[in-house]
């Protein structure tokens, strides 16, 4: 089973659960879920029960939590911040946000392939850590036709060194015969414009910045967080070799010093 398939059936499990409860480790530190047992404590003696056990229960159940709500969002690609993360699964036991979160961040990391990433202004997102291959994987659905339309803009932008106009961008998908235009609906793709400038903006996977002057409105585009986290550029630089007729990536110098660069950064 592949390393996707097999999240997507951890991940599974987890969401149909109310609760997880961890169960015990391996002698390696691993750790192993199970559907919700009663807990062991509600059948000790509260004199025979240290504050510290208790605390550690709770913090287990804290984290199984967390790792869910996170998860139901980000079958939406939502970006959470930490006071409806606080709201919605501490309570009022806020005090122990730091270490919970922390150890919701090793678990998703270790066991669902996540990166549990914090962005200005106390925002969280979950990222993919196993790297898109796209053009090289075929996604189905709705999904997968987002996915090939994001990597073509994607692959637009990183080429214009990271920023393009709106204007560029409209031209570019206009030359593959992909609509821009308001309302307009493409055969598999559907409503671009709105997939470009609001799901995938909200996404984190672009940024767009907008900027006013006296008589005009421009618009520039940039990779988001969550696409330098999830989308490789080397992946896009191949795909432009691929359309060249396989032209050297090292070709396109600017671009190829760039992903290098950002290479040797992920070491």
Known sequence: MSSQNSRRVRSQQILSQPVLKKQRTDDTGGIFLSQPTASTSANIPLSNTSPSRVIS???????????RYLLILDGGKQIVNKTRIIKNVFGNRGRRFPSVMNKAKSLLSKVFGYELVELEGNKYMLVN???NELPHIYPLGTEGSQQVLLFIVL????????????????NFLANLDIPYEDNNQHVYFGNVKYLINEVFVAQKYLDKITMETINLTKIEFKWGPRAEHEFSQRAALEFMSEVYNGRPIKSWQLQFQALTAQEKLDR
């Open 57 to 67: 229960e709770d913090d287990d159940q804290l984290v199984n939590s967390v790792i």
């Open 129 to 131: 850590k196993i790297k």
């Open 155 to 170: 692959t637009h932008i990183f080429m214009l060194q990271n920023s393009c106009s709106e204007e560029s961008l409209s």
